[in-house]
Structure formats: C-alpha cells, structure tokens
C-alpha cells in the first residue's frame, strides 16, 4: 500500500469527508460544498463565493506531542502543527476526540484547521497567555489581548469538522447584576473579583475594573499610552474570540464556538468569505457577546447556521466614526440565509458602526425566537456612512420584548431595555446640525413577508431630522399579539402595503415630523410633530 493511500485511509472520518469535494483528489481539496441555490433571489449582482482549497496533506496534533486531558497546555503542539501543514505547502491540521487545553492559536494560509467530533478545545483563562497588540475593535484603531483564534494576511484558510471551541469568556467579562439571579449575583460576588461604586457591575480583576474606569468611548480605553499603562489594565482589554483580518477565501463551517471574552467572530476586512452550518452560543448576559460582528468584507455567505448571542446576533459594521470613514471599507455583497438566532439584542443587525457603509446585503429565510429585536438598523451622529441596498425577505419570529423592526439612529451604546424615555426625549430636544461628512445615511431598504407573534411595539423609525430614513418598503407583513402599534418618526418615502398589527392600540400607524408616507396607496405628503394617526386595511 503506498504511502499516501495508508495516510488517507487512517484520516479521521469527520476530517476526511472534505477531501470529497475535490476535482482532483491527488492534488487538492475544496472547503465547502455550497448548494448553488443559495444564490437564488439575491436582488443584486453578485459573484459566487470562492471557496478555499487545500492540499491532501494532514497533520495530527498528537504527532506533536499534544495530550487532550484538560490539563496539559497544547499551545505549542496546536501551532507546531499549523507551521508544519502551511511548510509543507497547505492541508489539514486534525484535533482529534479530547478535551485540548489550549493558548492563543493562530491560522495561516492554506491551512484547515479540523476539529473532530468529541474535540472540546479550551482556551486557557490565563490572562498572561495573550499578549497585548495593536488590533481593531468595535470599530476604532486600539489595543487588545491576543484573541485565541487569529489569522492576519491568510489566503485559503478553514476551522471546520464537528468540535467545540470554548473561550472561557467568563474568566474575562464584567456582568451586570440586572441580567443575573439573586442566587447566580451572590455566587458570583463569593467568587472574588471587584465590584463598581454603586455595586452594580462585577469586574474579574482590579485591571479590569481600572480599565473599565479609563475609558470614556465604550470599551475602548482613553488616557492610555505606555507599554506600562496598557499592561496596567490587561484585564479590561478582553479579546474577540476569533479574529480574521485581512484575509481571503475563508470558510468556518460545522463546529461550534462558545463563551467568548467578548464578541465571538470578527472576520474584519476580508473577501470571500464562508459561515455554514456553525453553531455560536453565548451567554445571555454577555456583555458585548456578540455572535458575528463581519466588519468591512466583502463577498460573503452566512448560511444555516445557529446563534445563541449575549449582545447582537448577526450584526454588519465597517468601522467607527473618523477611523471607519478613513479605512472606507463598506461591508458589501453578503447572503445571510437559512440562519436561526436563539437570543440577542438583535437577530439581524446593521450598526452601529458603519462608518465606512453597508450595501447589496440579502437576508433570507431566518428565524428569530426571543431576540430583544428582531430586524435592527442603528446609528448616531458622528459616524457617517452609508446603508443602501439591503433586501430582506421570509423572516419568522416569535417573542421579541421590543420592536420586530427598528431604525434607530439616535444609538447612544445600551441595550433596546436599557434606553428609558429620558433617553428618548433627550436625544430629540438636541440643536439640529448640519448635514456633514459624520451624518450616517440610511436608504433604499426593502422588508417582505415578515411574521412575528408576541412582540413590544410593532415597528419604530427613529430618524434623524437633518438626515431622515430614505426610500424603505415593508410589504406583506402580518405582527400579532404586539403591545403597540408602528411609528414612523423622521422619514421620508416610506412605502407600508398589505401591514396587520393586531395590538390593544389596534392596527395603527403613528407618523410624525415625516414626508411622503404611503400607506395601502394612499400618500401622506407632508406630517408634522402633531403626527397622525394611520389605521393599516
């Protein structure tokens, strides 16, 4: 038997079954087998996706001395395997059935990374595991812990197989005492860690709970300079779980990513690139535990997959106010299809940072059961941007506490059950400013076939008065057992058709400080802040 057909035969059989894909067995291997049919109904040109291939090579962790007992740290082992496979000209490094210890894992091209079923990798709660470099997070030029999964500059690259990544996120993130039990706050309280002036907020460290008083812009600290001063609040600066910069022809697909520091997976900047058949999961109270925040790619599927979010479930950004803007990289030509979200603050989100714009997105086909919000645009002043050309289509969800679709563009960074009505009442008594390159545009939105039953108020548009919400269609959708009927605020050429909102308010629509609103064909040209009110058919 010669030797590469011995080598096949002994791959692991969740491992082996990429190789089947490939056009040529002998030489290399594709990713994924995306079904063509995914790309039927995208309203936008669109190439298909390129998948990324890999030659029939393989190395086996355990070749390089790694121990799956929970105890041994396999940082080194894990690495040595990638180094090894991307030398050889690419393949696949194999994480066999074991409970696999592990330090910060970096992805380079040509490499796919395959965990098997019964791998349960863990990343080490060992701040010092996780060197300090500069990197981007929630949209801003910054520094951050290593992230445990990272890959920079990579061409063909893939995490697939059956296994389970698990962050240990809780050994990172604050929690507010307002998302937990009595019982779970004094567990946690008991388990040491500091608390915030008015005991409101755990931290896991003193370098935590001073990072989180150094900063001004959400968590991204400011006054922080030296080597010594950023090292003084390691703690603070928690990583995303897995960070793709710059990368090409990428595909996550069929494994599970869990308890992440902070938001799970930030592919930021790339092309090409592939989520099918994952599974993301999170705690609900998760501060910033976003499931996917893709930033600035381009070309890309989210397809059939699962998210269980803390924060924001599917969520499109391209970067933070002057840095997004600069950068002027739009996240464009995305497919987010056959996807079910679990929990979230939204399940299909666009902001807030999108300083850098959104178009040709298509969203399809999903399922949201209990997110906070179902479909959810944001923005403020400041950021700029563009959003144009998003198709949405053939959406279920079922109790959603807030509004099943929202544009909000007064965003001041809390979550849809934190903002109160002075929030509200403040934003809107602020001096109108002049439309300049920081106001965020948000046009050319089209919603259908839309189902949700039990939810908050029905629908919310929140625009802003020198940039109203531009030129969005929602047709044939039908919200029952709603707490309050649709308001329209701040937009213009808002077109409603074929709406049921069965609420104790009724099926209303309240429309205010708006232009040529059209409901069921009949235009309202002009409505000032005495607003009317509108009865759908």
Known sequence: ?????????????????????????????????????????????????????????????????????????????????????????????????????????????????????????????????????????????????????????????????????????????????????????????????????????????????????????????????????????????????????????????????????????????????????????????????????????????????????GDDAICLKSGKDEDGRRRGEPCQNVIVKNNLVLHGHGGFVVGSEMSGGVKNIFVSNCSFVGTDVGLRFKSTRGRGGVVEGIYIDHINMINIPNEPLLFDLFYGGKAPDEVTEEDTKESLSTTIPPVTVETPVFKDIHISNVFCKKSGRAMFFNGLPEMKIQNVTVKNVIISDAKEGAVVSQAEGVVMENIKITSPTGNSLSIKNANNIKVDGILFKEVDEKGKTVIFK
């Open 1 to 309: 038997m010669n030797s590469f057909i011995k080598k096949y035969l002994v791959l692991p059989v969740a491992c082996a079954l990429s190789l089947l894909y490939s056009t040529n067995s002998l030489a290399a291997s594709k990713g994924s087998n995306i079904d063509p049919a995914i790309y039927n109904g995208v309203p936008f040109k669109m190439q298909k996706v390129v998948q990324p291939s890999f030659p029939v090579y393989t190395a086996n962790i355990l070749d390089f001395g790694a121990k799956g007992d929970g105890i041994f740290l396999n940082t080194k082992a894990i690495n040595d395997a990638i180094k090894k496979v991307n030398a050889k000209g690419g393949g696949t490094v194999v994480i066999p059935s074991g409970l696999w210890l592990t330090g910060p894992i970096e992805l380079l091209s040509n490499v796919n990374l395959c965990a098997e079923q019964n791998a349960l990798v863990v990343f080490t709660d060992d701040y010092n595991a996780y060197p300090i470099i500069k990197t981007s997070f929630e949209g801003l030029e910054t520094r951050r812990c290593q992230s445990p999964i990272s890959a920079r500059n990579a061409t063909n690259i893939a995490i697939t197989g059956k296994g389970i990544f698990d962050g240990s996120g809780d050994a990172w993130r604050p929690v507010k005492k307002d998302k937990m039990t009595e019982a779970q706050w004094k567990n946690l309280i008991k388990s040491g860690g500091v608390l915030s002036a008015d005991k409101k907020i755990w931290y896991p460290t003193e370098k935590s709970f001073k990072g989180a008083s150094s900063t001004e812009n959400f968590n991204n600290p400011t006054g922080i300079n030296t080597d010594a001063e950023w090292e003084s609040i390691r703690e603070w600066l928690r990583p995303v779980m897995v960070s793709i910069v710059k990368c090409k022809n990428v595909l996550l697909e069929g494994v599970t990513f869990k308890n992440s520091p902070s938001w799970c997976l930030h592919p930021l900047s790339c092309e090409n690139i592939t989520i099918n058949k994952v599974n993301v999961s999170n705690p609900w109270y998760s501060q910033n535990g976003d499931a996917l925040d893709m930033e600035s790619c381009k070309n890309a599927l989210i397809i059939n997959s699962t998210f269980d979010a």
